[in-house]
């Protein structure tokens, strides 16, 4: 280990410190990305989310509509 003396070794601890907690924010980030993608995508494919949507809302409305009017 090199140990710094004069003017220089403030500075050279600022910029590890400041790459260091970049580069950790860096991975939190992109963690949080790869997190919140995976939830999207369960949240578009997964079948209980899907059988309730607007769509399928009115779907169902119509046919108990349809299902009263004939009985």
Same mark, same amino acid.
């Not at 090199?2 to 403030?10: A, K, N």
């Not at 400041?18 to 963690?31: E, K, M, R, W």
């Not at 949240?43 to 009115?58: D, G």
């Given at each position: 280990?090199?140990?710094?003396?004069?003017?220089?070794?403030?500075?050279?601890?600022i910029r590890?410190?400041? !790459?260091?907690?970049?580069?950790? =924010?860096?991975? &939190?980030?992109? #963690? $949080?990305?790869?997190?919140?993608?995976?939830?999207?995508?369960?949240?578009?494919?997964?079948?209980? !989310?899907?059988?309730?949507?607007? =769509?399928?809302? &009115?779907?169902? #409305? $119509?046919?108990?509509?349809?299902?009263?009017?004939?009985?």
């Open positions: 280990m090199f140990v710094f003396y004069g003017r220089f070794h403030i500075p050279c601890l590890l410190l400041l !790459v260091t907690v970049f580069a950790n =924010l860096i991975v &939190f980030f992109q #963690l $949080l990305l790869i997190i919140l993608c995976q939830w999207f995508l369960f949240q578009c494919f997964s079948p209980n !989310v899907r059988n309730h949507t607007q =769509l399928s809302y &009115f779907k169902d #409305l $119509l046919a108990t509509a349809q299902n009263i009017g004939s009985g």
